[in-house]
């Protein structure tokens, strides 16, 4: 058993039970090839539960800093996550990205950029436009539904593939394609609340 799936299932059977965790969606998920799921981001807890949810592994990029301590960067990288400097253009954070779908993995993004403090859904980065348009990978939205603190169940939903041919076949911008993949999510959140 690798350590990514050792930690997957330690995780899993603390914060099921915790947050009553229901998930939706997953068949949307495709069993193989290049994905990428595009989140909502409410809590620190967010890479936790899109990575015990989706059925399949997932590689996440983390702010820089947490790879700084020499034993948490040893278990960041052992359960998929890799360095990203925030705020700048970091070449070696989007060509191992670009890396994880050329190899026919799972990327996880927070298109957001950062924890929205009131849960409405913020302007998504370019970022996540450039990884669709720059590869082949199925885009899948994601909503995180609730609240880490409510007695009610956190729902995780995954929706229907984004129609991304259209979008790559005309060149259209990173930030137009983001624009579409948070549209996407907003709609997954407004039915799903």
């Known amino acids: 058993m690798s350590l ?24 949307n998920v ?9 989140s909502n981001h409410i809590s620190n807890y967010d890479p936790i539960v899109v990575g015990i949810t989706a059925p399949r592994d997932i590689y996440f990029m983390a702010k820089e800093e947490l790879f700084e301590k020499k ?14 400097k925030r705020g700048m253009k970091d070449r070696e954070a989007l060509r191992k990205a670009l890396g994880v779908l050329k190899d026919q993995n799972v990327l996880g993004l927070f298109p957001e950029g950062t924890r929205s403090k009131t849960g409405e859904l913020k302007k998504g980065l ?27 169940p956190l729902r995780v939903v995954y929706g229907k593939p984004v129609p991304m041919a259209e ?8 930030q137009e394609v983001t624009d579409v993949i948070m549209g996407d999510i907003q709609k997954l959140l407004d039915h799903n609340r």
């Open 167 to 174: 979008l790559r076949e005309r060149k259209a911008s990173s």
């Open 30 to 38: 495709p069993d193989q090839g290049p994905v990428l799921i595009c």
């Open 126 to 152: 370019a970022g996540a436009g450039f990884f669709a348009l720059r590869s082949e990978a199925t885009v899948i939205p994601c909503a995180i539904i609730g609240s880490y603190k409510s007695k009610e």
């Open 71 to 84: 034993a948490l960067g040893w278990l960041l990288r052992k359960i998929h996550a890799f360095p990203v």
């Open 4 to 27: 990514y799936t050792f930690a997957k299932n330690v995780c899993a059977a603390i914060f099921y039970p915790k947050y009553k965790i229901k998930v939706e969606g997953k068949e």
